[in-house]
């Protein structure tokens, strides 16, 4: 575990403590956020960006675009990407992986395919569905070049997760290659013999589910948090693409166009709206998931679930506990996190 380093791709609150917790563990991190610093993270639940600065650097730049005073040049170009402002603080947390730690300033698009192999896991928020396949489908072919390599003798594999929370849910798909062994804890000191995830379903399988079909023993219809990170997820790849959600001036034309997408979204992807229910005959309007929407991430959530996922990361480094196979859903409500196995029907039998 301590050559171990992990990619994180776009921090978030979730992604941020799960990075906390394992660089104290002496795990180094590596960071690829390209995003400009301050504006991507001012509402980031997170030790690692000072809410003091970041209004500083916002503020002097108004002063300079107003040509107002004399603005701190040097402090407002000291950090062009989150990536670059996040590095000294993540090697201010544990000073024994300075040098091993690293930031990544290219966007996902441009980084290569055999880029995403080489790393123990990969932790990833904020992605489209598309760019989680395609890392995915990277990571499975770098291993499988590998193990023919090796004779088929490799067991090398990279975690893959990808999370979101959203208001008080949080969720998160987990691939953890499908040459991962693993040894149950059967008492003190006491490990079984090494066993595959059974049924094995790699990220790019679990959201090619249609997500109507996503149902289960104890969930006759796809489970809401589920659905909620799905929506979410295609939401904000829109937003990327049209520049939505710009500012509280936009605030109330943003929640109208949310509401539009989760609608039409609902009907593409046949899904009921009973689907989006907290609980039987308690519906969750749209105009409430807007705000949630524009506004995601809740401090408690992003650490709760944060702790879970790091300890994934951990089972999947040491290869000791039974893994989380392959969705983790966390309700804030009343802080229960299960497993949901998402895969074709035929993967079950």
């Given at each position: 575990?301590?050559?171990?380093?992990?990619?994180?791709?776009?921090?978030?609150?979730?992604?941020?403590?799960?990075?906390?917790?394992?660089?104290?563990?002496?795990?180094?991190?590596?960071?690829?956020?390209?995003?400009?610093?301050?504006?991507?993270?001012?509402?980031?639940?997170?030790?690692?960006?000072?809410?003091?600065?970041?209004?500083?650097?916002?503020?002097?730049?108004?002063?300079?675009?107003?040509?107002?005073?004399?603005?701190?040049?040097?402090?407002?170009?000291?950090?062009?990407?989150?990536?670059?402002?996040?590095?000294?603080?993540?090697?201010?947390?544990?000073?024994?992986?300075?040098?091993?730690?690293?930031?990544?300033?290219?966007?996902?698009?441009?980084?290569?395919?055999?880029?995403?192999?080489?790393?123990?896991?990969?932790?990833?928020?904020?992605?489209?569905?598309?760019?989680?396949?395609?890392?995915?489908?990277?990571?499975?072919?770098?291993?499988?070049?590998?193990?023919?390599?090796?004779?088929?003798?490799?067991?090398?594999?990279?975690?893959?997760?990808?999370?979101?929370?959203?208001?008080?849910?949080?969720?998160?798909?987990?691939?953890?290659?499908?040459?991962?062994?693993?040894?149950?804890?059967?008492?003190?000191?006491?490990?079984?013999?090494?066993?595959?995830?059974?049924?094995?379903?790699?990220?790019?399988?679990?959201?090619?589910?249609?997500?109507?079909?996503?149902?289960?023993?104890?969930?006759?219809?796809?489970?809401?948090?589920?659905?909620?990170?799905?929506?979410?997820?295609?939401?904000?790849?829109?937003?990327?693409?049209?520049?939505?959600?710009?500012?509280?001036?936009?605030?109330?034309?943003?929640?109208?166009?949310?509401?539009?997408?989760?609608?039409?979204?609902?009907?593409?992807?046949?899904?009921?709206?009973?689907?989006?229910?907290?609980?039987?005959?308690?519906?969750?309007?749209?105009?409430?998931?807007?705000?949630?929407?524009?506004?995601?991430?809740?401090?408690?959530?992003a650490a709760v679930l944060g702790g879970v996922l790091g300890n994934e990361v951990i089972k999947s480094l040491t290869r000791?506990?039974?893994?989380?196979?392959?969705?983790?859903?966390?309700?804030?409500?009343?802080?229960?996190?299960?497993?949901?196995?998402?895969?074709?029907?035929?993967?079950?039998?």
């Amino acid at each position: 575990m301590s050559n171990a380093r992990v990619l994180y791709l776009n921090l978030t609150g979730v992604t941020c403590e799960i990075m906390k917790n394992l660089v104290l563990a002496g795990v180094a991190a590596v960071v690829c956020d390209p995003r400009p610093y301050p504006d991507a993270v001012r509402e980031l639940p997170s030790s690692f960006f000072r809410a003091s600065e970041m209004e500083k650097i916002i503020a002097d730049r108004q002063k300079e675009i107003k040509g107002e005073g004399e603005p701190d040049s040097k402090r407002i170009k000291a950090f062009k990407t989150v990536a670059a402002a996040v590095a000294p603080e993540v090697d201010e947390l544990n000073p024994l992986l300075v040098g091993r730690n690293a930031i990544e300033e290219r966007s996902i698009s441009l980084l290569p395919d055999d880029y995403f192999g080489q790393f123990d896991a990969v932790v990833a928020s904020r992605l489209t569905v598309e760019e989680a396949k395609r890392i995915s489908m990277a990571i499975q072919k770098h291993h499988h070049a590998k193990k023919y390599a090796d004779g088929d003798q490799s067991e090398e594999n990279t975690l893959f997760i990808v999370t979101d929370t959203f208001g008080l849910d949080g969720c998160a798909h987990l691939d953890f290659g499908s040459s991962h062994r693993y040894r149950r804890e059967l008492g003190k000191d006491k490990l079984s013999d090494p066993t595959k995830i059974n049924p094995y379903v790699s990220m790019a399988d679990m959201f090619d589910v249609p997500l109507a079909d996503a149902s289960g023993r104890w969930d006759k219809i796809p489970p809401r948090v589920l659905v909620l990170q799905r929506l979410m997820m295609d939401y904000w790849e829109e937003n990327r693409k049209t520049g939505g959600g710009g500012g509280d001036s936009d605030e109330e034309k943003s929640k109208e166009d949310f509401v539009a997408f989760a609608k039409q979204w609902l009907d593409t992807n046949k899904i009921p709206q009973s689907s989006l229910e907290i609980e039987e005959g308690q519906s969750m309007e749209l105009d409430h998931l807007a705000g949630i929407a524009l506004h995601p991430e809740v401090s408690p959530v992003a650490a709760v679930l944060g702790g879970v996922l790091g300890n994934e990361v951990i089972k999947s480094l040491t290869r000791k506990g039974e893994p989380a196979n392959n969705v983790l859903l966390f309700s804030g409500l009343d802080g229960g996190c299960r497993n949901f196995l998402l895969c074709a029907e035929k993967s079950r039998k």
